[in-house]
């Protein structure tokens, strides 16, 4: 086919920025050659996020968050999660934001591969990070939040055994969820069922 070969971006313009985010418009070239423009968003000095999957041992819950978000206009079941700051590693940035957002003390970090978010709107790169947390340790026996300013954040423990049950509950209920999250209980309710 003529003009075939591999997209390419072949251009970008601001469309408009703010203290966080910049919405651009960006030129592409298709396989088959023909120029195109798609509009995406993206964080001001963006360095990627990192989501924490945690497990408390030895009573077998997982840790999840509920916060407000603003941009879906109500509050989210979500991971743990948060930006990299200048110069952090995603592992160190998975230990402070377990301790800032729930007062957890990580266990030893595990990476997974870094995956895109939400590719059709951002760039946003998101590294998985994987933990058990040992809430027999002393410093996880009364945790203790650090959150931002703006930040009010609810934890919530989910056993094992009552995953799929948690999940059920909360869709019926009209509960908002992380896609990541829905993602992640639903492979696990579907093993379960």
């Avoid at 798609?38 to 009573?59: F, H, M, N």
């Amino acid at each position: 086919m003529a003009g075939s070969g591999e997209p390419e971006i072949t251009g970008e313009a601001v469309m408009a920025a703010g203290r966080f985010v910049v919405a651009k418009r960006l030129r592409w070239r298709d396989a088959r050659g023909v120029e195109r423009e798609w509009e995406a968003a993206d964080r001001l000095d963006d360095r990627g996020a990192v989501l924490v999957i945690a497990w408390l041992k030895p009573s077998d819950r997982l840790l999840l968050i509920r916060q407000f978000r603003p941009p879906a206009r109500r509050p989210v079941l979500e991971f743990p999660a948060g930006m990299l700051n200048d110069g952090e590693s995603p592992a160190a940035a998975a230990v402070r934001e377990l301790r800032e957002e729930t007062g957890y003390l990580a266990g030893e970090v595990r990476l997974g591969p870094a995956a895109y978010s939400t590719p059709g709107l951002s760039g946003e790169l998101v590294f998985t990070a994987e933990t058990e947390i040992d809430e027999t340790a002393p410093g996880n026996l009364r945790p203790e939040t650090e959150f931002d300013p703006s930040e009010s954040i609810e934890t919530i423990l989910v056993p094992r055994l009552d995953l799929a049950a948690f999940y059920r509950r909360e869709i019926r209920a009209g509960s908002a969820f992380d896609a990541k999250l829905a993602a992640y209980l639903a492979g696990l309710a579907g093993r379960e069922a």
